[in-house]
Antibody
Framework: EVQLVESGGGLVQPGGSLRLSCAASGFTFGDYWMSWVRQAPGKGLEWVAN????????YYVDSVKGRFTISRDNAKNSLYLQMNSLRAEDTSVYHC????????????WGPGTLVTVSS | DIQMTQSPSSLSASVGDRVTITCRASQGISRSLNWYQQKPGKAPNLLIY???NLQSGVPSRFSGSGSGTDFTLTISSLQPEDFATYYC?????????FGQGTKLEIK
């Protein structure tokens, strides 16, 4: 069974940092683009970043450029999102999702991890 | 950025009804349009990709159509488990963007 499980969320003060992780299983992780997509409480979906199979290409939404870094470790079947200079508007559930490269769609998604930025 | 506009934002319908949700892109996106279903507290689930391709395991009552700027998601006969929020998403160019969602409620 294909499975994605995020971890690393929590409460952080504005200006702080967090590193999210996503553990993948049930498929050959290194064969797929991977992405992070977030959803603010009660709001819609927003693509955050994606990364190519070998990590050679990375793309970000403008609102996180220079603050967030997506990375992956294919040997550990893991995806990461380093989030620095966090702002209140970054408060969301962060989902990792398989896909988002040439295909442009995501399947499946992990259940998500909640990041709350508040003092 | 490509703006995606869904209509309606909410919809009340009954079991057995035929329902259509529309999605309009602010510029032409060919057939690079995907549809997701999301239930409360759960991750989105891919229903349709590339405008009209049914994702494996998704019931055949779901269908998608369209190209260019105008797209539709149709549920041919609503079932109780279909009451959820539906999102369209363009995969034509980054930043990939979503519609605001259509909440489908029981009448």
């Amino acid at each position: 069974e294909v499975q994605l499980v995020e971890s690393g969320g929590g409460l952080v003060q504005p200006g702080g940092s967090l590193r999210l992780s996503c553990a993948a299983s049930g498929f050959t992780f290194g064969d797929y683009w991977m992405s992070w997509v977030r959803q603010a409480p009660g709001k819609g979906l927003e693509w955050v970043a994606n990364i190519k199979q070998d990590g050679s290409e990375k793309y970000y939404v403008d609102s996180v450029k220079g603050r967030f870094t997506i990375s992956r470790d294919n040997a550990k079947n893991s995806l990461y999102l380093q989030m620095n200079s966090l702002r209140a508007e970054d408060t969301s559930v962060y989902h990792c999702a398989r896909g988002g490269g040439r295909s442009g769609w995501w399947n499946p998604w992990g259940p998500g991890t909640l990041v709350t930025v508040s003092s | 950025d490509i703006q995606m506009t869904q209509s309606p934002s909410s919809l009340s319908a009954s079991v057995g009804d035929r329902v259509t949700i529309t999605c309009r892109a602010s510029q032409g996106i060919s057939r690079s349009l995907n549809w997701y279903q999301q239930k409360p507290g759960k991750a989105p689930n891919l229903l349709i990709y590339a405008a009209s391709n049914l994702q494996s395991g998704v019931p055949s009552r779901f269908s998608g159509s369209g190209s260019g700027t105008d797209f539709t998601l149709t549920i041919s006969s609503l079932q109780p488990e279909d009451f959820a929020t539906y999102y369209c998403q363009q995969s034509y160019s980054t930043p990939y963007t979503f519609g605001q969602g259509t909440k489908l409620e029981i009448k």
